[in-house]
Antibody
Framework: QVQLQESGPGLVRPSGTLSLTCAVSGGSISSDNWWTWVRQPPGKGLEWIGEIYHRGSTKYNPSLKSRVTISLDKSQNHFSLKLSSVTAADTAVYYC???????????WGQGALVTVSS | QSVLTQPPSVSGAPGQRVTISCTGSSSNIGAGYDVHWYQQLPGTAPKLLIYDNNNRPSGVPDRFSGSKSGTSASLAITGLQAEDEADYYCHSYDSSLSGSVFGGGTKVTVL
């Protein structure tokens, strides 16, 4: 069973860059599927950020595309999220998830709260 | 504003049946893309509850069922239990976005 664990700074200054890593265990990041980031602002719903295929191609939410970069590191079996020019509106719990080829998220990380504040 | 529309809340007494609707459009549910449902207990990550419209992963009680018709889908919970108090989200693929879309979430309260 695939397990995912997010890590990264819990506090980011406004206009800075949010950086998170998702460590994958119990499976290989080189397997034939997509690795995804989803976020959830406090008290609000889920928002798809984007995803990366094991071969490196990416897809991003158009509303965030200009600020988002998702990459993967096969040697470390992890993938990463960078979100630039952050504001308070980017404060959220950020989840990494395994996107099954049938189109659903069947494994999730526990989530990482990132607060944007000076 | 979420691409998929869900009621903010539903409630029911223990043992009752509740349903949660999820309304989309011709670029997602109406285009034939499958709908999936997740349960999120307070302070935890979402958990897959229903996949491909009406299939339950191993371990999910058969009190939970899903259906899909046209541009909408529904999640039904029969024999409501206190442990079912949670937020529920529908999820599908959107061809305009070229990515995943979620409903705004529905809070289920057991009276």
């Amino acid at each position: 069973q695939v397990q995912l664990q997010e890590s990264g700074p819990g506090l980011v200054r406004p206009s800075g860059t949010l950086s998170l890593t998702c460590a994958v265990s119990g499976g290989s990041i080189s397997s034939d599927n997509w690795w995804t980031w989803v976020r959830q602002p406090p008290g609000k719903g889920l928002e798809w950020i984007g995803e990366i295929y094991h071969r490196g191609s990416t897809k991003y939410n158009p509303s965030l595309k200009s600020r988002v970069t998702i990459s993967l590191d096969k040697s470390q079996n992890h993938f990463s999220l960078k979100l630039s020019s952050v504001t308070a509106a980017d404060t959220a719990v950020y989840y990494c998830a395994y996107y099954d080829s049938r189109g659903f998220f069947d494994y999730w990380g526990q989530g990482a709260l990132v607060t944007v504040s000076s | 504003q979420s691409v998929l529309t869900q009621p903010p809340s539903v409630s029911g007494a223990p043992g009752q049946r509740v349903t949660i609707s999820c309304t989309g459009s011709s670029s997602n549910i109406g285009a034939g893309y499958d709908v999936h449902w997740y349960q999120q207990l307070p302070g935890t990550a979402p958990k897959l509850l229903i996949y491909d419209n009406n299939n339950r992963p191993s371990g999910v009680p058969d009190r939970f069922s899903g259906s899909k018709s046209g541009t909408s889908a529904s999640l039904a919970i029969t024999g409501l239990q206190a442990e079912d108090e949670a937020d529920y989200y529908c999820h599908s693929y959107d061809s305009s976005l070229s990515g995943s879309v979620f409903g705004g979430g529905t809070k289920v309260t057991v009276l």
